[in-house]
């Protein structure tokens, strides 16, 4: 990805005077900007020291929820658009100022020193920065009256079409606020665990929460899932003994949602590496299932399932605010291969389900083509289904659509904090099969 993403860079040679989680922030909206996810871009800071390392992080993440807003201040400081890597350092010195509250000596310091560590231009570009980033220290009320980073159109056009455009800017509000932590329990939370237990049943801690100090780690009593991914499995509603496919499994919060309610688990995903993570998580929690790296089209059981959850490939348009690169990196293409893909996983997944069983189709979509308008071309082609409505606790019936599936957006709950945006549906086979 280029000089900006030589992992060297991040572990030896010479370094600015610029603090290492700022240098570790910029190398990650630099990959970003190259075309990576935060997650593949993670080794670039492997070296760093576990607290640099998270603080690199958060600092990306804000700067990429909040670039639009940033840019609106930076520009008009500007004769002209700087080179990539100092209007990264801009943006980053702007919204520790602006957004994280952060001093502005401390900030604008850093941010000229870090200008300085690449070379001679520089050198020569510190000036300007630290002219620019003087007038944006004191436009705190600028920042405070622009809107939230807008989405892509490819994704806000649909989003406004479906619910229109107040809730198009609630859900870009959500995406601007981040992501809190959600850990799903296996049994009872520990009494001292933190934060607060929500309506669903998951529990709700804030963001940027250590999770390997909180009380119940090592003893398995829970693992990390956002409140709105682990709905699919609550309407799904496993029984204990049921035979029941995961299919599309990693990272496998679903399948430990599954096996601890007592069901006969089999977890199917393509990649090898992230059953590994499953397989971690299912010993750490004391839970099993039976792991199958392959492709979920080609997968079989020995004998008809009980019930089947598909949590098929999709846009991810419904983690943004925990993933905020998405709409940088991706621009809709490709929705058509996705949607048909799906559409071929419900045909297989009702194919390998009992009459009479059930399946949950669930995507983390914003998106209707992936939810809404795939629930109307399953029904039309198997007409022997019936949509089960959602019946777990703690669902608002709001959030139920006319025609009986579960829609979830980030304006949701915004006294709480919000959650994913995800389409789960519940389907029933029929005695005669479809």
Wanted: net charge negative; with cysteine; charged share 20%.
């Amino acid at each position: 990805m280029g000089q900006a993403l030589n992992k060297s860079q991040g572990r030896s040679g010479r370094k600015p005077a610029g603090d290492t989680a700022r240098m570790g922030a910029l190398r990650l909206l630099a990959a970003v900007d190259e075309g990576a996810t935060l997650d593949e871009a993670a080794a670039l800071n492997e070296r760093l020291a576990p607290p640099d390392r998270a603080r690199a992080r958060r600092l990306a993440l804000e700067v990429l929820r909040c670039t639009q807003p940033a840019d609106a201040v930076l520009m008009p400081l500007m004769a002209r658009r700087p080179r990539p890597d100092i209007l990264r350092i801009l943006r980053l010195a702007t919204v520790e100022m602006l957004a994280l509250g952060e001093a502005p000596h401390g900030a604008v310091n850093a941010a000229v020193a870090l200008t300085r560590g690449l070379g001679g231009k520089g050198q020569a570009a510190s000036g300007m920065v630290n002219a620019v980033l003087r007038k944006v220290s004191s436009a705190q009320n600028i920042w405070a009256d622009l809107p939230a980073q807008r989405m892509p159109d490819w994704l806000r056009k649909p989003v406004a079409a479906q619910w229109g455009e107040d809730i198009a800017l609630a859900i870009e509000t959500a995406h601007e606020a981040g992501a809190p932590l959600d850990l799903t329990p296996k049994g009872a939370m520990p009494e001292d665990m933190p934060g607060e237990a929500l309506p669903t049943g998951s529990y709700r801690l804030a963001s940027g929460t250590q999770v390997s100090v909180l009380p119940g780690y090592e003893a398995g009593d829970w693992w990390v899932q956002d409140a709105a991914a682990a709905m699919a499995v609550r309407v799904l509603d496993p029984q204990p003994g049921e035979a029941i496919a995961d299919l599309c499994a990693a990272p496998g919060g679903k399948t430990l949602q599954l096996a601890a309610a007592g069901a006969e688990v089999t977890a199917v995903d393509i990649s090898q590496a992230r059953l590994a993570r499953v397989a971690e998580n299912l010993a750490r929690c004391g839970l099993s299932a039976t792991l199958v790296a392959g492709d979920a089209l080609d997968w079989r059981s020995d004998a008809p399932l009980d019930a089947v959850l598909l949590d098929a490939p999709c846009s991810a348009t419904g983690t943004i605010r925990r993933h905020p690169e998405l709409p940088r990196i991706r621009d809709g293409a490709g929705l058509a291969e996705l949607t048909e893909l799906q559409s071929r996983l419900i045909d297989h997944a009702l194919d390998i389900l009992k009459p009479g069983g059930r399946l949950v189709y669930a995507t983390c979509s914003l998106l209707p083509a992936e939810g809404e308008d795939q629930m109307a071309a399953a029904l039309a082609r198997h007409p022997g289904l019936t949509v089960e409505p959602p019946q777990a606790p703690g669902i608002d019936p709001a959030w139920i659509t006319p025609q009986g599936a579960l829609r979830l957006r980030p304006d949701l709950w915004p006294e709480r904090g919000g959650m994913d945006g995800f389409f789960i549906l519940c389907l029933r086979k029929t005695t005669e099969g479809t």
